[in-house]
């Protein structure tokens, strides 16, 4: 099958969060089982040179913002052929993908992204031109979410579309008049389109006119179709119910590897466990926590936004504190929690340790040196930190939402992990109760971490539930018969 994502980042070119890691470990997930793949992305600086990128073809000047062509180059350490979107007057700038450098949206985010959705559709047509045309156009998230639009509305034989929703609080809403900037007909701006409570709104539009649409769990998948978790798209999830559908990211279990992971102090596998006591004092030193093997040392690695429950960490600190336990937490994001923490580290020497920033390298020290990890979120959509804590043996101590709920089930149910349902730090301090009780007995606790090492949650079988999706998705475009809502049941 000939498959073209098309997406904002991929790793290691450019990460934010989670959706780097799926774009490249499904990329090359499908690529070692024979698909032909090409990976769609914007040449932010430095991209191209890290992709060892060569000149491809001109692409014209499909948005009027100036001329643009492809790139091709590769992702590094893997097989996957990557195209670059080379716009430079979007693109080659100072700050990151989405924010500049103070922090604040990149003001065109509309053209940059609406560029990117133009030319992911626009691939199918000039496949002839280009030698390769896409079967399917998979797109991921807002910022890719009109190729699958363009594609519709320009109708005629043409891909299969498939838009994956990596967090669905992130929309792409702009002021509806940027549509004909982006290349969109005035008709589109439609309830049936991508208008959107008096927006025009990127992802609502492509969840209108993909022809399938996943998110990244089938817990998510159902949540989204309620008002609590629809983020105000739940009644157009709900009609698209039979073309939504619920997949688990698989990990890279080659790069997150305990037994051969370079930013370690010490590798180790399921059956030395005891090698992680390097890891643990390492991780101490760094964090600035006192150094001692029996204090139970909880891990927290993410973006600090409310989403990620970081107040329910604060709220349970006493409780866990006094059980002797220590805490170390990673991460970057809203200033107010980044003070928060800042203000616990001070108020608890040896005991709490902040680091600010983003480390990919402290990360993967979190996830082999601390005995627990938290990840208490409101909502998540998929969620990886607690899959790579799995593979490294720290025990996920999570809310059980959307994917928490589908890959960490409870220790008192056999399973992994120790969950907790209340958005409540009472109900977290609990559910750490639970756990320090079961690491006060060391055989049952390394017991429970081999449990946890030994679940796979690797990216073959996950692809193969994508390559069925793209099957759906080319039968739905080569019927050339628009999708029609699922009656309502109340
Ligand atoms: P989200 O995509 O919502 O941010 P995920 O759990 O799906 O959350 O993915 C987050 C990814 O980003 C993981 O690979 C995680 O290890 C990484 N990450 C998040 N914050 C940091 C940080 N401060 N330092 C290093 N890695 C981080």
Redesign the pocket.
């Known amino acids: 099958m000939r498959i073209l994502q098309v997406a904002s980042e991929a790793?290691p070119l450019v990460?934010?969060?989670?959706?780097?890691?799926?774009t490249a470990g499904l990329s090359q997930a499908l690529v070692r089982s024979g698909d032909e793949v090409r990976l769609l992305m914007p040449a932010y600086p430095g991209v191209a040179e890290a992709a060892e990128a060569t000149p491809g073809v001109e692409l014209g000047d499909p948005l009027g913002t100036g001329p643009c062509r492809l790139l091709v180059g590769r992702l590094p350490e893997t097989d996957v052929e990557v195209w670059l979107l080379d716009a430079p007057q979007l693109f080659a700038r100072p700050g990151g993908p989405y924010l500049d450098a103070t922090g604040h949206d990149h003001a065109d985010n509309a053209l940059r992204f609406g560029l990117l959705g133009r030319v992911g559709a626009l691939l199918g047509p000039l496949g002839p031109a280009l030698g390769w045309t896409p079967d399917v156009v998979h797109a991921h998230d807002w910022q890719a979410a009109l190729a699958p639009v363009h594609s519709a509305l320009w109708g005629g034989r043409r891909p299969g579309t498939v838009l994956t929703i990596?967090?669905l609080r992130f929309q792409g809403r702009f002021d509806p008049a940027i549509m004909p900037s982006v290349g969109l007909p005035p008709s589109a701006y439609s309830v049936d389109g991508v208008e959107c409570y008096g927006s025009a709104s990127f992802l609502k539009g492509g969840i209108y006119y993909a022809d399938r649409v996943s998110t990244?769990s089938p817990t998510y998948a159902r949540e989204i179709q309620e008002q609590t978790g629809g983020e105000g798209l739940h009644g157009l999830l709900r009609t698209r119910r039979d073309r939504l559908h619920g997949l688990v990211?698989g990990i890279d279990d080659t790069l997150w590897n305990p037994a051969t992971d370079r930013a370690l102090a010490r590798c180790y596998d399921a059956d030395h466990l005891e090698l992680r006591a390097d890891n643990k004092a390492a991780l101490q030193r760094r964090m600035g926590l006192a150094v001692d093997p029996r204090a139970p040392l909880v891990g927290w690695?993410?973006?600090?936004?409310e989403?990620?429950g970081v107040d329910l960490l604060l709220g349970a600190l006493e409780r866990l504190l006094a059980r002797g336990a220590q805490v170390a937490v990673?991460?970057?994001?809203e200033g107010a929690l980044e003070q928060a923490l800042a203000q616990a580290a001070r108020a608890n020497p040896g005991r709490f340790g902040f680091?600010?920033?983003?480390?990919?390298?402290?990360?993967r020290t979190v996830?082999g040196g601390a005995d627990l990890f938290a990840?208490p979120?409101r909502f998540?959509?998929?969620?990886?930190?607690?899959?790579?804590a799995l593979r490294y043996g720290a025990i996920p101590v999570v809310r059980h939402t959307g994917?928490l709920l589908d890959t960490v089930p409870d220790v008192d149910r056999g399973g992994i992990g120790f969950a907790f349902d209340a958005v409540d730090a009472r109900a977290l301090a609990d559910a750490f109760d639970r756990a320090l009780d079961l690491y006060a007995r060391p055989p049952r606790w390394r017991a429970l971490q081999r449990r946890a090492m030994a679940r796979e949650h690797g990216w073959a079988s996950v692809a193969d539930g994508y390559r069925e999706l793209y099957a759906r998705a080319i039968a739905d475009a080569s019927s050339m018969k628009m999708w029609e809502p699922v009656a309502s049941d109340g």
Request: proline share 2%; aromatic share 10%.
């Open positions: 790793f990460k934010t969060g989670g959706l780097a890691d799926v990596h967090n990244v990211n690695v993410s973006r600090l936004t989403q990620k990673v991460g970057s994001g680091f600010r920033g983003y480390d990919e390298a402290l990360s996830f990840v979120s998540e959509p998929c969620g990886l930190t607690q899959l790579y994917g």
